[in-house]
């Protein structure tokens, strides 16, 4: 879904996915630990979350929400075009600055806040928002902790990781915290690829919704534009669904939607310990794992560049930079690592590609 608003507005958006789509990729993916275990000494050292570790983990969450609630507040403000400037005269020494950016940065939050207060419908707005992105990502996690747990690996509740409002999408993310090894190249395989398979689930009925209350953009009035280009899924669901892309605004839950595909398809990228590193080296072993781990850094390199010259976007450099970090981190070796995949296994692996090819964006965004 192409969706464009000026650059005044959503530049933050642009910068904030970015990094938002590189803090839940690579914190999502636990930190195994390297030394092996037998598969019954791992199960013997799970414990169940204790009622401390259940209030710390939903204090987090509701905060999570307070955040994202303005982000989704910010979106729906910026969609509205309206001029909501603090009215600050620009400082004019260096001390001055230093007091007008954190002043500025209150006012504005201020402002957008208030705005909610007087059209409770930016509230609701910000709130549906809210609710789809955290259902991906608790779906995500969830995904991981349910396959630890069925597997007797020692892990914690998920972590949400509130971000200052209008500062990334209201979120930096969600991980967990894996506290004891892993025990086979299969219980690997399905804990990496459960987050993103139930993040993906998710993401459909949210992506539905949010092209069924798709309604015509609003002409920017001048300035420059930022594109959000769309997944090959999203396509086809506009297609099924007579949506013309090109003619719809943005809303919250085509906006959580699009979020939620852009971190699906880089947490499936084929590179050191991300979820789809994980499946490759489940599937293939550690040589072909590495290999494809340079193919994709190579290749999103490469597509950096493109979309530097043709979109006049650096959010590629930054996914290049992700994913050459992620191929100096050694991936595990888990305690069983010579079990091969089932043909069962090896069906859902297949599903998991057509799941990256669906969500993968080779330039998600546009600067015009």
């Known amino acids: 879904m192409i969706r464009k608003g000026r650059i ?3 530049i933050t958006y642009h910068s904030s996915l970015i990094t938002f789509s590189m803090s839940e990729s690579v ?11 037998p598969y019954d000494a791992a199960r013997k ?10 209030t710390r983990h939903a204090l987090l969450f509701f905060l999570t929400v307070v955040t994202t609630t303005i982000a989704g507040i910010m979106m729906a403000v910026a969609n509205s075009n309206q001029e909501l400037e603090p009215g600050l005269p620009p400082p004019q020494t260096l001390p001055g600055y230093l007091i007008y950016v954190p002043e500025y940065y209150l006012k504005s939050v201020a402002l957008i806040v208030g705005q909610a207060f007087i059209h409770p419908s930016l509230l609701a707005q910000g709130f549906i928002f809210s609710c789809a992105l955290l ?4 779906a995500h996690e969830f995904g991981h902790y349910i396959a630890c747990r069925r597997y007797g690996v020692d892990v914690t509740l998920p972590f949400f990781i509130p971000a200052p409002p209008l500062f990334l999408a209201g979120t930096f993310g969600a991980f967990i915290k894996i506290k004891s090894p892993i025990p086979s190249r299969r219980a690997l395989f399905d804990i990496g690829v459960a987050g993103p398979l139930a993040g993906f689930v998710v993401a459909l009925p949210v992506a539905i919704i949010g092209l069924l209350a798709a309604h015509a953009q609003q002409p920017a009035p001048g300035g420059g534009e930022i594109i959000l280009h769309d997944s090959l899924l999203m396509q086809i669901f506009a297609r099924m669904l007579h949506v013309n892309l090109d003619a719809v605004a943005l809303n ?19 590179v050191g310990q991300l979820d789809g590193g994980h499946a490759t080296y489940s599937v293939f072993g550690p040589k072909i794992h590495k290999q494809l781990g340079r193919i994709a850094f190579l290749t999103v390199s490469a597509l950096a560049l493109l979309g530097w010259f043709l979109h006049s976007s650096p959010s590629g450099f930054l996914y290049a930079v992700l994913l050459g ?28 590609l057509l799941v990256f090819v669906l969500s993968f964006l080779p330039f998600p965004i546009s600067i015009t």
Do not use: C
Request: aromatic share 8%.
């Open 27 to 37: 914190q999502a993916v636990p930190p195994f630990v390297d030394a092996p275990a």
């Open 135 to 138: 259902a991906i990502l608790t």
């Open 8 to 10: 005044s507005s959503l």
């Open 252 to 270: 919250p839950f085509s906006f959580a939607a699009w979020i939620g595909l852009l971190v699906t398809s880089l947490n499936l990228m084929p």
């Open 45 to 54: 050292g799970v414990a169940r979350p204790t009622a401390r570790e259940w």
């Open 325 to 352: 970090v992620m191929l100096k981190v050694r991936h595990p070796q888990p305690a069983n690592d010579y079990e091969r995949l089932n043909r069962g296994r090896l069906i859902v692996a297949a599903l998991t």
